[in-house]
């Protein structure tokens, strides 16, 4: 089975530097999306699945700043590490990064390696933030279910099966749209005496 492939999106005015982005990351799990102004890279936040953003900082029109700041208001997707790359070393260009949101910074001249690396631990640490919001998500989820159960319980008209597929339902279910939870489950029921076997039908992309 193949592993799902990092979105990666790139953001530069200047073709020839998304062109060397590219060719730093080409060998790599990822797949690489690229855009040439601040708003085709909203467009294409707001449209796609993005994992990460290396984003220019001097862009005519909407500079990396405000593009950063409008993906950090977007509750959707605020986890979307970015990383502000600036031909500038200045200590205020990186408190305005911070300021909006930025995760990490590169100065240029890039370098291959140092790339690579920054790109990578960004990725792991989405890679677990995302983890613990679905397990977060899954646990509300289970909550909110338990408590309508509570209130509506009326002993006769209870259903048992259908209040456990309603647990499993919460358990499966893939907020995140990119998990590896199963979607079928074997179950147990040592009171009854019997197995049954519960598959979860996830909505199609």
């Known amino acids: ?13 200047q073709p020839m530097n998304l062109d060397l982005l590219e060719a730093f990351l080409a ?5 690489i999306l690229k855009a040439e102004n601040g708003r085709e890279a909203l467009e294409i936040i707001e449209q796609d699945q993005v994992d990460l953003v290396l984003l220019d900082v001097m862009m005519p029109e909407i500079d990396g700043f405000e593009v950063c700041r409008r993906i950090k208001a977007d509750p959707q997707k605020r986890t979307i590490p970015v990383v502000m790359i600036t031909a500038y070393a200045e200590k205020e260009n990186r408190i305005r990064g911070i300021e909006v ?19 990578n631990m960004l990725l792991k640490v989405k890679k677990l933030n995302d983890q613990l919001n679905s397990a977060y998500s899954t646990i509300t989820n289970l909550i909110s279910f338990g408590e309508q159960v509570i209130t509506a319980f009326d002993p006769l008209q209870f259903n048992f099966m259908h ?21 079928t ?4 029921l040592p009171g009854l005496g019997n197995w049954f076997r519960f ?7």
């Open 1 to 13: 089975m193949n592993e799902y492939a990092m979105r990666i999106l790139c953001v530069d005015d």
């Open 27 to 31: 060998g790599e799990n990822f797949t």
């Open 101 to 119: 949101g930025a995760e990490d910074f590169l100065s240029k001249p890039l370098d291959r390696v140092e790339v690579l690396a920054r790109v």
């Open 163 to 183: 209040t456990i597929k309603g647990i499993l339902s919460q358990l499966l279910a893939d907020p995140s749209g990119d998990s590896n939870k199963p979607r």
């Open 185 to 188: 489950a074997l179950v147990h």
């Open 199 to 205: 598959e979860y039908q996830r909505a199609s992309a």
